[in-house]
């Protein structure tokens, strides 16, 4: 899998999310009304975009969080028809070994939810080749790329929620402690983007931020998983996640985005980790292993967010399909604008559910 301005509008979009938020503090359900219509059109722009295994997976989570279970039943069967020989869903070209995996425990919802055989038959078969047969390290490790021993930080969204998500925990937190081995600087609290086993070097060697950011969404969903009797698990994944918050938003542009490469300005200007870093912060301080204290920092990028999603639903300067190398849009730029905003909405109700 490849991965690869914000205009002065987000000034004023801070302040109207700040008036929707008090308004919905108090009882009012102006949010929630204006969340499902940007759901919409996110999901509606989503829908027309030629959708790889990784992004029909991404989308049928978003659309799994934001309580749309018919969509997620419809990408579901969509995913099985493209299943590939080795147990591999939504595989329209050549698919990466891990990729499927991101949409696995939307899957397993779907299938749950209808009672189909085939459905559960598909799902089981994509959790039996990454749990057995995926190509991985001598240490278990999976790798992200079938021609290459790489590791990618794209990775920690892929395999780890789905294990974590059908109950097998041990192996959720094992690979993300080989991804993290390789791929993270404890200096600068970010994530490398792709390491080479083979070579022993960094295939590249950047901090990329969407990299990041799949990495602090994926470890939300995992923490979200463990069962509360696995305490010190919890405690050590939080801890990791809230290092690479810090070590992203030290390098935040002042109007709430990011360069694609965190640590080099001359990059382009990009707008999907703000979304992503959103999330991670929406669903973990509502999950409470993380604080509120960083609420301000997800308000603020989802305010620089929602200003480049445009009249048609389009979230524009994400970095763009196919090769995630320029300005664009995106499948996972709409997925996860609509999971931040659900993740939002969601931490709003149990805010003032708890005042």
Same mark, same amino acid.
């Given at each position: 899998?490849?991965?690869?301005?914000?205009?002065?509008?987000?000034?004023?979009?801070?302040?109207?999310?700040?008036?929707?938020?008090?308004?919905?503090?108090?009882?009012?359900?102006?949010?929630?009304?204006?969340?499902?219509?940007?759901?919409?059109?996110?999901?509606?722009?989503?829908?027309?975009?030629?959708?790889?295994?990784?992004?029909?997976?991404?989308?049928?989570?978003?659309?799994?969080?934001?309580?749309?279970?018919?969509?997620?039943?419809?990408?579901?069967v969509g995913a099985v028809v493209q299943k590939? +020989?080795?147990?591999? =869903? $939504?595989? /329209? !070209?050549?698919?990466? %070994?891990?990729?499927?995996?991101?949409?696995? #425990?939307?899957?397993?919802?779907?299938?749950r939810e209808t009672g189909d055989?085939?459905?559960?038959?598909?799902?089981?078969?994509?959790?039996?080749?990454?749990?057995?047969?995926?190509?991985?390290?001598?240490?278990?490790?999976?790798?992200?790329?079938?021609?290459?021993?790489?590791?990618?930080?794209?990775?920690?969204?892929?395999?780890?929620?789905?294990?974590?998500?059908?109950?097998?925990?041990?192996?959720?937190?094992?690979?993300?402690?080989?991804?993290?081995?390789?791929?993270?600087?404890?200096?600068?609290?970010?994530?490398?983007?792709?390491?080479?086993?083979?070579?022993?070097?960094?295939?590249?060697?950047?901090?990329?931020?969407?990299?990041?950011?799949? +990495?602090?969404?994926? =470890? $939300?969903? /995992? !923490?979200?998983?463990? %069962?509360?009797?696995?305490?010190?698990?919890? #405690?050590?994944?939080?801890?990791?996640?809230?290092?690479?918050?810090?070590?992203?938003?030290?390098?935040?542009?002042?109007?709430?985005?990011?360069?694609?490469?965190?640590?080099?300005?001359?990059?382009?200007?990009?707008?999907?980790?703000?979304?992503?870093?959103?999330?991670?912060?929406?669903?973990?301080?509502?999950?409470?292993?993380?604080?509120?204290?960083?609420?301000?920092?997800?308000?603020?990028?989802?305010?620089?967010?929602?200003?480049?999603?445009?009249?048609?639903?389009?979230?524009?300067?994400?970095?763009?399909?196919?090769?995630?190398?320029?300005?664009?849009?995106?499948?996972?730029?709409?997925?996860?604008?609509?999971?931040?905003?659900?993740?939002?909405?969601?931490?709003?109700?149990?805010?003032?559910?708890?005042?």
């Amino acid at each position: 899998m490849q991965r690869r301005r914000f205009l002065a509008g987000a000034a004023a979009a801070a302040p109207a999310l700040m008036a929707a938020r008090t308004a919905m503090a108090g009882g009012g359900p102006l949010l929630a009304a204006e969340v499902k219509q940007r759901i919409e059109r996110a999901k509606a722009a989503a829908m027309a975009l030629e959708r790889r295994d990784w992004e029909q997976g991404v989308l049928a989570q978003a659309l799994y969080e934001a309580d749309d279970m018919q969509s997620v039943v419809q990408l579901t069967v969509g995913a099985v028809v493209q299943k590939a +020989a080795d147990g591999r =869903l $939504a595989v /329209v !070209i050549e698919g990466g %070994p891990t990729d499927p995996a991101m949409g696995g #425990e939307a899957y397993w919802a779907a299938a749950r939810e209808t009672g189909d055989a085939e459905l559960k038959s598909g799902v089981e078969g994509l959790l039996d080749w990454i749990l057995h047969r995926a190509p991985r390290a001598s240490d278990g490790t999976l790798y992200h790329v079938f021609k290459e021993p790489e590791v990618w930080s794209d990775g920690f969204y892929g395999a780890p929620p789905f294990l974590a998500a059908l109950g097998h925990y041990d192996e959720a937190l094992k690979q993300i402690d080989g991804f993290k081995q390789r791929l993270w600087d404890p200096q600068r609290k970010l994530l490398h983007h792709m390491w080479h086993d083979g070579k022993q070097r960094f295939t590249r060697e950047a901090f990329w931020g969407v990299g990041n950011g799949w +990495a602090a969404a994926g =470890l $939300a969903r /995992v !923490i979200r998983s463990l %069962p509360a009797g696995r305490k010190a698990d919890r #405690e050590r994944l939080a801890s990791f996640q809230r290092e690479l918050i810090d070590g992203c938003l030290a390098l935040q542009r002042s109007d709430g985005l990011f360069h694609d490469v965190l640590d080099k300005p001359e990059t382009f200007v990009e707008t999907n980790l703000a979304q992503m870093l959103s999330y991670a912060i929406y669903t973990s301080a509502g999950g409470g292993w993380l604080g509120n204290r960083y609420i301000a920092a997800a308000d603020k990028m989802r305010a620089a967010a929602r200003a480049k999603c445009d009249r048609w639903g389009f979230v524009r300067g994400v970095c763009g399909a196919p090769n995630f190398d320029h300005p664009g849009v995106a499948t996972e730029g709409q997925a996860f604008h609509i999971l931040m905003e659900a993740a939002a909405e969601k931490y709003g109700q149990g805010h003032h559910a708890g005042a």
